[in-house]
């Protein structure tokens, strides 16, 4: 694939290098069967190095996630081989089914159905703990 032509996709830019496979496992993207590049310690004025994650198709993704794994990258949204949308996520207040607890007496670890919801606690730090028993996430 041409990675610099994409027609309908996203382009997840400017995220902290060494970020891109993590944030790439977490989105769920090698299980999608479209085109996807990681590129990997990009030189950047911003961030000295950066990785970059280009997703040729049309699909929906979880920001949260995103924002969760790097609150500083920016999502540009192609449409017609035009750039429609820059989006810059932020850290995510709340999280649901992004990670699990790891608690294994939490109600999560016990009860199937029950969404995995994480509260950020402590925006500073960047700390989000568990709605249920209060178990920080690592
Ligand atoms: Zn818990």
């Not at 769920?28 to 950047?44: Q, W």
């Not at 820059?86 to 999280?95: D, F, H, R, S």
């Not at 995995?116 to 996430?137: G, Q």
């Amino acid at each position: 694939m041409n990675i610099d032509s994409i027609q309908n996709g996203m382009v997840i830019d400017h995220i902290r290098a060494g970020y891109g496979m993590r944030l790439y496992e977490l989105l769920g993207l090698d299980e999608l069967d479209v085109s996807i590049a990681i590129i990997k310690n990009v030189s950047s004025k911003k961030l000295g190095k950066k990785d970059i994650i280009k997703i040729d198709a049309d699909i929906p993704v979880n920001l949260d996630i995103i924002g969760y794994v790097d609150p500083s990258a920016t999502v540009n949204i192609i449409k017609d081989g035009k750039l429609t949308e820059k989006k810059v996520i932020g850290l995510p207040k709340t999280l649901t089914n992004v990670i699990k607890c790891k608690n294994p007496r939490c109600i999560t670890s016990t009860e199937q159905e029950i969404n995995h919801i994480f509260k950020l606690t402590d925006e500073k730090n960047k700390i989000y703990r568990c709605a249920y028993c209060e178990t920080k996430a690592n």
